[in-house]
Every structure is written in C-alpha cells, then in structure tokens.
C-alpha cells in the first residue's frame, strides 16, 4: 500500500495591502486570531482546505478588514463580496463574485461551489439564490456596514477613486500534502457595481497546486488580473525559495501590472513566503516551530 505522506503542516494568513502602518496593532490582533483558528484544524490533523476556511472566516467575521462585515461600499453605497477557494491535490476550486451584500462569510459560500463540483464561478443574484439553495446563513444587510466604511464612501464620494485594503487570505499546508489556499474581499470602495476583482478569480487572486504550493494576492485588482498574478508567482515558486519568490511576483505586478499589492505564499514543502509593495500588510504565520504564531510586521 502506497504511504500517506507525512507533512509538517503550516498556515500563513495576509490581511490586505494598502493599510495604514499606525494601524498595524489593531491588525496584528486580527491575523494572529485568524492564524490560530486555522491551525487548530491543522494541528488536530484537519485538512488545508479547512484550515483556509476556518481561518478566512475569523478575519470576514472581524470588522476591522475589508471582507465579510467591515467589507468597503460599493459607489451605490451597497455592500458586493468576492471569494475564491482552492484544493491543490485535484485543483478543485470555487468562487463567488459581486455576491450581495446579506452573506458575512462568502468564503463558505465559494466552499460549497467547489463542492457542487459542477461550476467554479457564480455571480451576483446567481451566486446568491446557490448560496440560498445550500443552506448559507444570511444576514441583516446593516450588520455587514461598520461606521468605518460609511465615513471612507462618503469622502470617496467626493474624490472619486477607487481604493482597495483590508482584504483577506490564507494559504495552509496539511500532513497528508495538500495544500489550499483562499482569498475574500468587499473589493475596492466605491467600485462600480457589478466589478469583479483578482480575489474572485481562480489563477489571479487565489491558487493552490499541492506539487509546487498555494498563494492569495492583495492590491490593485485589475493590475493583479491583467498579470495573472497567482498563477504566475507559483510558476516561479519552482525554481526559487518562498520568500525570493514573493519578491520577485510583486516586481512583476509593480512593473508589468503597473499596480501595487502583496501576497502570501507556502511552498510543497511548508515554506512561508510574503511581500508586499505597500507599506503594510498585515501577516501571521504559525507552525509546529512556533509557540504562537508570528506576526512579522
Ligand atoms: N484585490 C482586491 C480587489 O481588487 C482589493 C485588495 O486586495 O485590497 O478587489
């Protein structure tokens, strides 16, 4: 009988590009928290692809980050989430994209697309009338909008552009391999509604290949999209260490993509990488190594 491999397992967790370094404290709390609720299914033996769950969802739940509740507004002042999800062993993925603002943890919903197994990406009302048919919680739209995210539309309604932070993602390794990542996002404030950004996307946001490792980007979405980015970092994961790699993606996305961001990234092996062009991204990694987890920023 073939043996299972036995990994060390490993989770990294980003909080977004594109935050305030006097904001740091208030975001450290947050990743740790969610860093930690990943690994308690990894350390108990779970799967990666819960941990990512498990560990996205902690930050959706956490009103200071832009995804689930505290998620930015829309230029109509309504609330539209994008999530993707991704197992690395048969690349099964899921994902949901301008979902309506009454669901505080997507992430589940693009969990169950993955496991319909009969579509990757649904949208909009669409994405919403699935989530109703298996069984997602639903929420009063109110509790998803912090007063935060009321003052940020109201300035932005005056300036007109469009900004990104705050968004979120996971990326874990378990002992049987398999690696999974996952990435959830209100978009960027004052977004047209009905724009769909790199976090919904399979390949730019989000990847997960168990042979070569997983990644969920932050940062200018277009730019993210126009590169490819998630797919691409892993490509030159092949050949360089985690944190090279990471250096070398956001080069490609600051030069090719002309926009800015970070992302996170474990390799085959466990290996954590990260960087962001930015100047804060929130990230928290936790091992078998490690006590607690650390909170490298
Ligand atoms: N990448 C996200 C988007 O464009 C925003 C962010 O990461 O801050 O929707």
Not at 174 to 200: E, F, H, W
Not at 265 to 273: A, E, F, T
Request: hydrophobic share 40%; charged share 25%.
């Amino acid at each position: 009988m073939k043996a299972v491999p036995t990994r060390v397992p490993a989770i990294i967790v980003h909080g977004g590009a594109g935050a305030d370094p006097s904001e740091a404290p208030e975001f450290r709390q947050g990743v740790r928290a969610a860093a930690l609720a990943g690994w308690r299914v990894l350390a108990a033996g779970g799967a990666a692809l819960d941990a990512v769950e498990a560990a996205v969802r902690a930050l959706e739940d956490d009103p200071r980050f832009n995804a689930g509740r505290g998620s930015v507004l829309t230029r109509d002042g309504t609330i539209e989430t994008d999530a993707s999800i991704m197992e690395g062993d048969r690349l099964q993925c899921g994902a949901v994209a301008a979902l309506p603002g009454v669901v505080a943890n997507p992430i589940t919903v693009a969990r169950k697309v993955l496991e319909s197994r009969r579509h990757v990406l649904l949208v909009g009302d669409g994405a919403l009338a699935f989530s109703r048919s298996v069984g997602v919680a639903e929420c009063d739209p109110e509790s998803l909008v912090t007063d935060r995210q009321r003052k940020r539309h109201a300035e932005l309604a005056r300036k007109q552009t469009p900004t990104g932070g705050g968004t979120v993602g996971a990326v874990a390794l378990d002992r049987a391999g398999t690696i999974a990542a996952a990435t959830s996002t209100g978009g960027t404030a004052g977004k047209l509604p009905g724009r769909v950004g790199d976090s919904a996307l399979i390949g730019c946001g989000t990847y997960a290949d168990s042979s070569l490792g997983g990644v969920s980007c932050t940062g200018d979405g277009e730019a993210i999209i126009r590169v490819v980015l998630g797919h691409r970092a892993l490509r030159f994961l092949k050949d360089a260490d985690p944190d090279y790699t990471a250096k070398v993606a956001v080069d490609l996305l600051v030069e090719e993509g002309g926009g800015q961001g970070g992302l996170i990234l474990i390799d085959w092996r466990g290996r954590p990488g990260f960087a962001t062009s930015t100047r804060l991204m929130p990230v928290a990694v936790m091992s078998p190594a490690l006590d607690d987890p650390r909170v490298p920023f």
